[in-house]
């Protein structure tokens, strides 16, 4: 089959298209025939050696974790799936080396749901991490309705989907970004604010009596939603690799088929969607990379397979 690979830590230039064998698929597995496959910034992270203190890497890579497809095989004593079925799932496993950019992903059944009948594969492709990241981390901080959250890069991948999954569970949102930015997020349903100088005192502004939680999905939000949060323990970051020694929470998201199925479920429910920024063949990963590490991208990046 074809597949992405890398075979040592580097830039993106390492990628290759390359021939490589056809997964294994062991009990509680299921082979996915891949019609798109998400790009996350972790992905070029894990490629540069940014996590290899946390997680075992296994030369060469095939890199990616999101994937939207179909059952093409069930293993021994697999029956949450059967052949045809659409799937999506965030497929991390116990180490780093076979993911979603190939044409076949051999998936745990934990790290998969039913695909959102209303979302194409490309889309779906784009839902996996960056939802059960805004999910997860809105759990995390114990975010309910009736409260006010505050979303530090609201309008990216993962933020422009914390913002609807929060409106839907119930809670107000003021979501920070640039002026061109502002209407994309109103129609999302949050209040946004203007980065930059004088940041806290328009969020005051909005929230004078403060907010009760908040989200950083940029990297340098942490003390500022500190300051302004009720109670500074219902802050979390995914973006700040200090955030557990600034006293903030610093989720590592977990594949869960529930919180998929929740996700699924709100997509076909008309209240979450996914922007696609930018749809590119597989051949193309280190494009998709170089787009994705520019920070300048509104929605997700997917490789169509």
């Given at each position: 089959?074809?597949?992405?690979?890398?075979?040592?830590?580097?830039?993106?230039?390492?990628?290759?298209?390359?021939?490589?064998?056809?997964?294994?698929?062991?009990?509680?597995?299921?082979?996915?025939?891949?019609?798109?496959?998400?790009?996350?910034?972790?992905?070029?992270k894990?490629?540069?050696?940014?996590?290899?203190?946390?997680?075992?890497?296994?030369?060469?890579?095939?890199?990616g974790?999101?994937?939207?497809?179909?059952?093409?095989?069930?293993?021994?004593?697999?029956?949450?799936?059967?052949?045809?079925?659409?799937?999506?799932?965030?497929?991390?496993?116990?180490?780093?080396?076979?993911?979603?950019?190939?044409?076949?992903?051999?998936?745990?059944?934990?790290?998969?749901?039913?695909?959102?009948?209303?979302?194409?594969?490309?889309?779906?492709?784009?839902?996996?991490?960056?939802?059960?990241?805004?999910?997860?981390?809105l759990?995390?901080?114990?975010?309910?309705?009736?409260?006010?959250?505050?979303?530090?890069?609201?309008?990216?991948?993962?933020?422009?989907?914390?913002?609807?999954?929060?409106?839907?569970?119930?809670?107000?949102?003021?979501?920070?970004?640039?002026?061109?930015?502002?209407?994309?997020?109103?129609?999302?349903?949050?209040?946004?604010?203007?980065?930059?100088?004088?940041?806290?005192?328009?969020?005051?502004?909005?929230?004078?009596?403060?907010?009760?939680?908040?989200?950083?999905?940029h990297?340098?939000?942490?003390e500022?939603?500190?300051?302004?949060?009720?109670?500074?323990?219902?802050?979390?970051?995914?973006?700040?690799?200090?955030?557990a020694?600034?006293?903030?929470?610093?989720?590592?998201?977990?594949?869960?088929?529930?919180?998929?199925t929740?996700?699924?479920?709100?997509?076909?429910?008309?209240?979450?969607?996914?922007?696609?920024?930018?749809?590119?063949?597989?051949?193309?990963?280190?494009?998709?990379?170089?787009?994705s590490?520019?920070?300048?991208?509104?929605?997700?990046?997917?490789?169509?397979?």
């Amino acid at each position: 089959m074809k597949a992405i690979t890398y075979s040592a830590y580097g830039p993106a230039e390492n990628l290759e298209l390359t021939d490589v064998a056809e997964p294994r698929v062991g009990p509680g597995e299921v082979l996915v025939r891949v019609k798109a496959a998400g790009v996350n910034p972790v992905d070029w992270k894990l490629a540069l050696g940014y996590l290899d203190p946390v997680l075992e890497v296994r030369h060469p890579v095939i890199p990616g974790w999101d994937v939207a497809g179909v059952v093409e095989a069930v293993g021994p004593d697999t029956f949450d799936h059967s052949v045809g079925d659409e799937v999506y799932g965030y497929v991390r496993k116990e180490w780093v080396q076979l993911g979603t950019y190939a044409e076949l992903v051999a998936a745990p059944v934990r790290t998969l749901a039913r695909k959102p009948r209303s979302l194409s594969f490309e889309q779906a492709a784009g839902l996996p991490l960056a939802g059960l990241s805004a999910y997860q981390s809105l759990l995390r901080v114990g975010a309910g309705a009736g409260e006010t959250v505050v979303i530090h890069s609201a309008a990216g991948g993962t933020g422009s989907l914390g913002v609807q999954i929060a409106v839907a569970l119930g809670l107000r949102v003021i979501g920070t970004a640039g002026t061109h930015n502002h209407d994309y997020l109103r129609g999302l349903g949050a209040e946004p604010v203007l980065y930059g100088e004088g940041l806290a005192e328009r969020i005051r502004t909005l929230a004078p009596d403060g907010v009760d939680a908040g989200l950083d999905f940029h990297g340098d939000g942490v003390e500022l939603l500190q300051s302004l949060v009720k109670q500074r323990d219902r802050v979390a970051s995914l973006a700040d690799q200090e955030a557990a020694a600034k006293g903030a929470h610093q989720p590592w998201v977990r594949p869960d088929t529930a919180d998929l199925t929740f996700l699924a479920e709100l997509a076909d429910a008309g209240r979450l969607t996914v922007e696609v920024a930018h749809a590119l063949p597989l051949a193309e990963a280190a494009r998709a990379w170089e787009l994705s590490a520019s920070g300048r991208t509104r929605g997700k990046i997917v490789l169509t397979v």
